[in-house]
């Protein structure tokens, strides 16, 4: 055998290893590229599916609420609305028959798990209720500085986030400086709230875009105390125990009620009805957890309509 026949034999072996090697890296791209499709399409199919679950779900919470309007005036935490829906397989919504799948096959069906919640959201003193026609509205500058101190929170920054407020929502001011208002309590950063103010007060607050009183059949001891002047801490437990018993059906029912609350109340401050709720989804979807956030408004024609909605992926359980 020459050297010849030896070269040539190296170079044939040579040329096909790297034939062998081109080959399967392009089969490997080809398949990556495959696979990363595929992940591209389950992923949009998800969010897609889990938009119109969450949506569906919406629809039906405004669904209730408007049934609950036209069953009466008031609105307390005995009715259905209030209820709240622990998570739950999403294929009992669709028979009771554990068995009917909505016409999806066993390859098809999904794990998805919702649950959720419709809380009161004038159950809680509005932000925007500090300013009034452009001037500070001192019964409810009065009502959260009760609600600061009963927090153990500095009545210097409730003096400042009115300041801010009032420049915010000034809307002949040509101040360059003019911070923002914010639309969500946890923008209240903007105003200067410190993120400690801000755990400590985000149960009691609320963001509207317009005056709204409190209603004294769904908010917590703490806002009572707040919005009613000269209450003690425990006449508003009290208040709490008696609608228990009986929800209070108006402002004379209430007073009547609770001595302590004497003539304290107005309409422009407390009510014992609602217009304006929070709707809370929760849907856990294969591997995915999705939160969404609502605020609906429920007006006298018993029409729920949507003023926003905030949707967020809390975690991937992968």
Known sequence: MNIDSVAQRGAALL????????????????????????EV??????????????IGAL?????ILRIDGKAGTTDHLAEPWAVALQESRLSTFLAADQNNTGGLTAEESIDAFLSGQVVDAQSKL???????KGTVSQPDFDAFSRL??????????????????????????????????????????????????FQKLAPYIQLINERTPVNLNTAPAEVIFAVIPDLQIADAKLAIATREQKHFSSLEDAAQLNPAFGKKLTPNQHSVSTRFFEVRGRLRLDSVVVEEQSLVRRDNLNNVQTQWRE???????Q
Do not use: C
């Open 311 to 317: 949707r967020a992926t809390v975690t991937s359980l």
């Open 148 to 197: 600061f101190n009963l927090m153990n929170i500095p009545i210097s920054e409730l003096e400042n986030m009115t300041k801010q407020i009032k420049l915010a929502t000034d809307t002949d001011s040509n101040n360059p400086i003019a911070p923002l208002m914010p639309h969500r309590i946890h923008q209240l950063s903007w105003l200067g709230l410190s993120a400690t103010t």
């Open 41 to 54: 399409e389950k992923a949009e199919r998800g969010r897609v599916q889990v938009a119109w679950l969450l």
């Open 15 to 38: 040329s096909a290893m790297l034939t062998v090697t081109l080959v399967a890296t392009f089969a490997a791209a080809a398949l990556w590229q495959q696979y990363r499709s595929i």
């Open 126 to 132: 509005n932000i925007y209720n500090i300013i009034d």
């Open 59 to 63: 629809d039906w919470s405004r669904l």
